[in-house]
C-alpha cells in the first residue's frame, strides 16, 4: 500500500489564481479529511468526507472546494488563491470508528 | 480559542534522557487522545493513542498518561534519542464529531548529544 498520497509537494501561486490539490489513499478508508498548517500552529480542519459522495466543512473551509466522487480521491480546490492561504496542507483518512489518522507528505503552497 | 493546547513551545533534551511532553485539553466530553510526531517535511505519524476509560498506556519507548481530574495528557520519551527530534502534537476526539480530531500547537523537542 501506497498510503496517502498527495501531489504537488510544492507550489507557487499567484494572487487570483485556481490550483487542485489532489490526495488519494488506496487503503479503502472511508473517512477523509483536510487539514492546513500555519507556521507554528496545530492543524486546522478545512474540509471532511466520511464517504463517497458526501463531504462536509471544517473549522476553516472559506476559500476552498472539495469533491469525493470516488473512495479513493479527495481533491481540495482553490479557485481564487489569497496570500492567507500560504501553508502545509495535510490530506488524512482513517476507516471507520477509528481515530488514528495516516497523513500524506503534504503539500507546501505559497500564494504571492 | 483552542481546546487542546500545549503548555511550552520548546524542549531541548540531552541524548539518553526522558523527555516529558505535556498537553492540556479542555472539553471534558473527549473520550479518545492521540500523540503524533512531526519530522521536518512530513506529515504527522501516529505515535501512541489512549481512551478516556485509561490513565496510562505503555509502548515501545513511550508512555502516556491521561489526568481526566485536570484535564492533562503527558506523553513520556524513554532514553531520548536524535531521531526523536521532531514537533509532537496531541490531539483529541469529541464524540460523535465523524472522528474528527482537534490538534494542539505542536512543541519542538530537540534532542542535544
Known amino acids: 500500500n501506497a498510503g496517502v498520497t498527495q501531489t504537488p509537494k510544492f507550489r507557487i501561486l499567484k494572487i487570483g489564481q485556481s490550483m487542485t490539490l489532489q490526495c488519494t489513499q488506496d487503503?479503502?478508508?472511508?473517512?477523509m479529511y483536510w487539514y492546513r498548517q500555519d507556521p507554528g500552529m496545530g492543524l486546522k480542519l478545512i474540509y471532511y468526507s466520511v464517504g463517497a459522495g458526501i463531504t462536509d466543512k471544517g473549522e476553516v473551509p472559506n476559500g476552498y472546494n472539495v469533491s469525493r466522487s470516488t473512495t479513493e480521491d479527495f481533491p481540495l480546490r482553490l479557485e481564487l488563491a489569497a496570500p492567507s492561504q500560504t501553508s502545509v496542507y495535510f490530506c488524512a483518512s482513517i476507516p471507520p470508528g477509528s481515530y488514528g489518522y495516516t497523513f500524506g507528505s503534504g503539500t507546501r503552497l505559497t500564494v504571492v | 480559542g483552542e481546546s487542546v493546547g500545549l503548555h511550552l513551545p520548546t524542549l531541548s533534551v540531552q541524548e539518553g534522557d526522558n523527555s516529558i511532553i505535556n498537553c492540556a485539553y479542555s472539553n471534558s466530553a473527549s473520550d479518545y487522545f492521540i500523540w503524533y510526531k512531526q519530522e521536518s517535511g512530513k506529515g504527522p505519524q501516529f505515535i501512541i493513542d489512549i481512551r478516556s476509560n485509561m490513565d496510562k498506556r505503555q509502548g515501545q519507548r513511550v508512555t502516556v498518561l491521561l489526568n481526566k481530574t485536570v484535564k492533562h495528557l503527558s506523553l513520556q520519551i524513554a532514553a531520548t534519542q536524535p531521531g526523536d527530534s521532531a514537533v509532537y502534537f496531541c490531539a483529541e476526539n469529541i464524540p460523535g464529531a465523524n472522528s474528527k480530531l482537534t490538534f494542539g500547537k505542536g512543541i519542538t523537542l530537540s534532542v542535544r548529544p
Open positions: 487503503m479503502n478508508h472511508n473517512y
